[in-house]
């Protein structure tokens, strides 16, 4: 076995092609990309609203593409942002491309908090005025790792969550300057609801409450304490009774919410996560997808890969069905492009095939350019409570563009839901490693064979356009405010209309 190449990974773009070349699939979907977007028109007067979000562009990453785009489109809906983020940059990734797509007149208030990071850095300048810049970053370097491992050991993980007093004083006093009618918390991490919380309390604004992901989570192979457990289920009951509307990204997962929670049913909606036209027209060409593709067949794998979301579980069958078709060699490749946890970092540059290559943490633009290139791009959902609670948000994105989608998700849940609908897919469960390779053997056979298909329903794919999405949120909006304030706003009976079945 060869150890497995980390440099990045680009796909051959094609060259010289005119508009004959494409083919009819990618002209229909180049077509349907340009079409304009159709929303409905706005219920309500709209206001000003504060976003809390501690992860904001130029932090990098999956997490922070929904508060982006709600700042983007929620002034096109009537509703102007304020964004509340965190201010220090020790995030994991970052991509300043994010940058350029959020409004020129964004107000974006970055506090800086009593976090690690932030501490760190405040005592680092103050060295660096004594001892020069250099020592300044070492006293930076050594501070935060020394105080983030307090913070663990005092059951604060890595204190990031210290950031709640001082953003909330931000919020209020900036509520005080040039009042908001509403406040939006999204999270992960999961502690800005307890800023928006304490917000809505001495303010008496309308809160709405946006859980991306379950507050109790089994996606990492050892599960968090029963103690640990039992705070994020009381944690959870305390948004769900204090906010006015809580969202979540999946129908699954409100429905859990609904069941548990009864009482506050009709305060419980989804409103799934999305795609942007604009990030897939400034990403790929149409001549980028044409010609003969066949000599090749490139898998490409996006996202974060953690926990139970093992690569082994790909590259196992992968590598089986090379060996049993030696043909295939140096023409089949698996593109892993995201962040791998240190132990399957480990095993992966330990003992890999030569078909895999780690392209690493790649900008959004890039990701995207990636997958559209691919012969088939993969989404991983393993099944576990979170599984089924939970839609990759790189989903959307993977169905807005002509690629073959290589689902690896549980049967029944809402990502193997939408997939179906769209086409232009295989479905397989993730932990079933024959079923793994019988559709891995389907999807290269096809695509050598010219027989892949890549078209969809693209009506179904406009339900996920961010516009429509930040629609949606706008409604919910005005139902909060509606409700709690009693100014006119949507009418009762669209209120349920906003939900994602």
Known sequence: MTTASTTSYTLPRATSRTSADVPEHVQRWWRWLHRPVITPPADGVGGRVLLISYQFPPTGGSGVQRPAKLAKYLPRCGWQVEVLTAAHDRFPWTDTSLLADLPDDLITHRIAGHEPACVARWLGAQCARLGGERYGRRVDDALHWRLTGWADRLGLQNGESLWIGPATRAAIRRHRETPFDAVISTGPPHFVHRVAMQVARLTGLPWLADLRDPLVSDFDRTGCSPRQARRMREYEADIVERADLIVTTCPSFAWDLQQRYPERTRRIRAITNGFDRDDIRRAVRPAELAGDTRDECTLVAAGAFYGRRELSRIIRPLQRLMQLHPPYAGRVKLVIAGTIDAEQRRAVQ????????????????????LTARAACSIVVVPACEHGHLSIPGKTFELLAVPTHVLALVPSGSDTEHIVRRTGGCTVAPF???????????GIIESHFSGELQADRDWTRVDAFDRQII???????????????????????????????A
Do not use: W
């Open 470 to 500: 930040a629609r949606r949120f706008a409604d919910c909006l005005e139902a909060a405010c509606c409700e709690k304030t009693g100014r006119r706003g949507i009418a009762s009976h669209n209120r349920e209309a906003v939900e994602v």
């Open 431 to 441: 932990e079933r490693e024959h079923a793994v390779f019988s559709a891995l053997r």
């Open 350 to 369: 330990q003992n890999t095939p030569e078909f895999v290559s780690l392209a690493g943490y790649v900008d959004h633009a890039e990701a995207i350019a």
